[in-house]
């Protein structure tokens, strides 16, 4: 068997606060943008300062700064989940980073696919394109066929539904995974348990 690699005296406090810090930063990450800052693009406040489709790009953007914190959190987690099996030497935390690689998949889906798509149509609706080089303003009139334009604003709103979707069911994996560390007091013992069982009956 395998012994395992004894670091330096502070690791394990170290690796507890490591993957408590980085829950913490996702979880409330998700939850500032999905409850507080998100719904701001489209208040009548932002609105009468950024109209239409003004505060739909800038919450576009932001939008893609979401997921690429769920990405930079999600590799943060696998390094952790794999620097802590390192240390103690128990069994490969494979459910726990199943956990946070359908996390990673959500995230790309919602970013990389669904995003750019959103991108699209959200200028076919309103009948503009962006200008990726030149003087401001950065966006110009472009004319579309209305049923173009109908057919744009149907596959938006369906698919700006079926975004939110994903970030509520990533927000809800999220939030029991930051249950189970805050738990194990920042371990991950959904392996552990099971290795435990086995030194205790395998006698």
Known sequence: MAQPIRLHCG???FLRFLGLFNAAVWVGGSVFFSFLAGPVFFSPEVKSITPPPYNGIVAQAML?????????????????????RL?????????????????????????????????????QEYQFKLKSEG?????????????VIQNAK?????????SQLINLVMLGLL????????????????????????NLFGK
């Open 154 to 162: 149907w596959k938006f709103d369906v698919w700006h539904g079926v």
């Open 11 to 13: 690791v394990p406090g």
């Open 135 to 147: 003087e401001p303003p950065m966006i110009e009139p472009a004319a579309y066929e209305p049923n």
């Open 87 to 123: 240390y103690s030497g128990d069994v490969f935390p494979g459910r726990a980073i199943a956990l946070v690689g359908v996390l990673l998949g959500l995230a790309l889906i919602g970013g990389k696919f669904i995003g750019p798509k959103l991108t699209v149509w959200h200028q």
């Open 175 to 198: 939030t029991w995974r930051f249950w189970r560390l805050t738990r194990f007091d920042g371990h991950d013992n959904s392996s552990t348990f099971g290795q435990r069982k086995r």
């Open 64 to 84: 893609g700064r979401y997921f690429t914190l769920h990405l930079l959190c999600g590799m943060v987690a696998i390094g952790h989940l794999l620097l802590e």
